[in-house]
């Protein structure tokens, strides 16, 4: 979706694109208008009242008429604006790119430089200037530029500084490129958002700071106009002719608020995270609206609840607002667990593995995320139901999630006591020295050295494996009964995968707690939990024993999953990858999403929506022909 498509789905974005259009097309056509001399004096009708013989708005104190000068003073005004903030932003911008570039010395100089120039008031800076090179309006821009360099010379260079540390620089460098290249072509595409943002913003700040040097008689001369000279003749006859001062005034009102309207579209629509259908603050918990109907077909089907079940999930379906309209990203997935029992979900990335973890505790993001069906019981209490209040009780108490990337879910200004010590609920009469050695007691139970030690740390200074330990800490902090890991060992070594897998299977013995585990890789799901669940496209293609899944999988995807994974022992297997990827939420093809992909499938697969059929033997199969591919196995 184009920057203009998604700026024109923002209201407030629209409204603010509309006013700016329309004060820069009067601009334009003022000289076409039939329109008085706007310097032209009639002391005679001097101060006439709005509606006027020939004079829309009425007239000022020497008779001139205020539409046409409104207008013409606005030509002037936007155009003062436009070219002060262009001016600021390019030189602001050379010096925050090349400061942050170059560094060492030539930041120090460009940076004290800039922190002269901040440490003058703003206005007095501005006059200082005006001053010395005389009234005018073009020295009254000249001076706003100026004072304008050092903001976007800081905010460009702190965003550049942590551009030319990535890798893609150092690549960049390795290739020979030239300096200028690099600034040209690696940083500055990554600077532009925020430098269009910021001017954008900018413009309306700059036609006011020219409004006000005009308005102290040290920017448009007369005869010519502009908004702030209005304002600065009006407010000599405000109180016999209110409406002198009153129509730049609402012009100037009207105008800087648009253009922050459009400067705030601006940057949503300029930012490549924001490219979903909907933008807006995320909100605490995912957005039920069951009964809605999503795009595609989402029946329901049989939960497969267990008595005494402590987590209950009944086709549950969460659907994600795209370009083309809403979609499900997981359809009717159903899963019962007791307590200590461990479920395992594999599957390729963009499955629907995360989705379906983020949508049991309603962490799954609106927008664009909406859970459009389902239910989640845990305890009785239906998840989806509760009110925002009940839903945070829930979550960490029956309920608590491990992140994938623990360094990016642990606050980087916190020390580690001090995070755990926030997840625990502390119970009556619970002081601070009882929660921080509560902290230190579960830094000691996942398996944490020297906990006195990590409890002084911040999260940078652990390595992968205990920041790791440190979130599971963090979730066991109030024993809950449903503990969802969502892929905790990618980016681990193997020995430390290994300690967080037995760390999970003690959690499990000595606790009690029922299991998620996320995972694509099928081998290690299999050694730790008791059942799996393989999802494809949003759906549960199989389900049931882990051991029955791994060492004889029904479906022909969980079949090609088993066989691309390397196994133990065994390094003259061949490893078989699965051709293709998986479809896109918003190009599921009809039928059995994985028939483009498999090689058994057969029109009967395409024809229409595959049910999740009962197997046996505790086993459920999204396949119509898996009796036949069974035989053939055997």
């Known amino acids: 979706m184009s920057v203009l498509a998604r700026l024109l789905r923002q209201p407030f974005a629209v409204a603010g694109l509309a006013l700016v259009l329309g004060f820069v097309a009067l601009a334009l056509a003022a000289p076409f208008l039939p329109l008085l001399d706007p310097n032209a004096t009639e002391p005679a009708n001097r101060l006439a009242a709005p509606g006027a013989a020939g004079h829309l708005l009425g007239t000022d104190q020497l008779g001139r008429d205020i ?48 922190d002269v120039l901040m ?60 300096d200028l290249r690099i600034l040209v072509s690696e940083v500055l595409p990554n600077v532009a958002p925020l430098l269009i943002v910021t001017a954008a913003t900018t413009i309306g700040w700059m036609i ?58 601006l940057r949503d629509a300029l930012d490549p995270r924001m490219k979903g259908a909907e933008t807006g603050v995320p909100q605490p918990a995912t957005r039920v609206e069951r009964g809605r109907a999503a795009s595609g077909t989402l029946g329901h089907e049989a939960s497969g609840a267990l008595a005494n079940s402590v987590l209950d999930v009944r086709a549950l379906s969460t659907a994600f607002a795209t370009p083309r309209g809403s979609f499900p990203a997981i359809r009717d997935v159903s899963f019962a667990l ?85 997840a625990i609920r502390p119970g009556p009469g619970e002081g601070a020295k009882a929660l921080r050695a509560r902290a230190r007691a579960l830094m000691a139970d996942v ?3 020297d906990p006195g030690r990590i409890a002084r740390a911040y999260p940078h200074e652990l390595s992968g494996g205990q920041r790791q330990r440190v979130g599971v800490a963090m979730a066991l902090a109030n024993a809950p009964d449903v503990l969802i890991a969502d892929e905790p060992t990618t980016a681990l070594d193997a020995t430390t995968q290994g300690r967080i897998l037995e760390l999970f299977a003690r959690i499990r013995r000595e606790r009690g707690a029922a299991l998620i585990f996320v995972s694509h890789d099928v081998g290690v799901v299999a050694h730790l939990c008791d059942r799996i669940a393989v999802m494809y496209a949003g759906e549960i293609v199989e389900e049931g024993p882990a051991r029955a899944v791994a060492e004889r999988p029904l479906h022909p995807y969980a079949a090609r999953l088993i066989a691309c994974a390397p196994q133990l022992g065994q390094p003259d297997k061949p490893l078989a990858p699965i051709p293709g990827a998986p479809p896109a939420i918003d190009a599921r093809p009809d039928g059995c999403a994985f028939a483009p992909r498999c090689d058994h499938a057969i029109d009967a697969c395409r024809a229409g929506p595959i049910p999740l059929e009962d197997a046996g033997d505790d086993r459920r199969v999204r396949c119509i022909r898996w009796r036949e591919l069974l035989g053939e196995a055997a």
């Open 67 to 114: 539409l046409a000068r409104l207008i013409f003073g606005l030509r002037v005004s936007l155009a003062v604006g436009v070219a002060a903030t262009l001016a600021a932003a390019l030189v602001g911008g050379i010096i925050g790119l090349v400061a942050a570039f170059y560094g060492r010395w030539v930041d120090g100089a460009l940076m004290r430089l800039v």
């Open 119 to 178: 440490a003058f008031p703003y206005l007095l800076l501005a006059l200082a200037v005006v001053a010395a090179l005389g009234p005018g309006l073009t020295n009254a821009a000249l001076a706003i530029a100026i004072v304008n360099v050092p903001f976007f010379a800081r905010a460009v260079r702190g965003q550049a500084l942590g551009i030319v540390r990535r890798d893609y620089v150092a690549a960049a460098r390795l290739a020979g490129f030239s």
């Open 208 to 265: 006011l700071e020219t409004a006000g040097l005009s308005f102290l008689g040290l920017g448009a001369q007369p005869p010519q106009a502009d908004l702030g000279s209005m304002l600065g003749d009006g407010r000599k006859v405000v109180a016999a002719a209110p409406h002198v001062a009153a129509a730049p005034g609402v012009v100037v009102f009207v105008l800087v608020v648009g253009l922050n309207l459009l400067g705030d579209g």
């Open 338 to 422: 007791r307590a200590g029992e461990a479920l395992g979900i594999v599957g390729e990335s963009g499955s629907g593995k995360s989705v379906t973890a983020l949508s049991l505790a309603r962490l799954a993001p609106t927008p664009p995320g909406t859970i459009v069906s389902g239910e989640v019981r845990i305890g009785g209490d239906d998840v989806l139901d509760l009110s925002l209040d009940a839903l945070r009780r829930l979550r960490g108490d029956r309920i608590a999630y491990v992140f994938q990337d623990p360094l990016t879910t642990l606050n980087p200004l916190m020390r580690i006591d001090a995070q755990i010590v926030e």
């Open 447 to 449: 398996g944490l050295p």
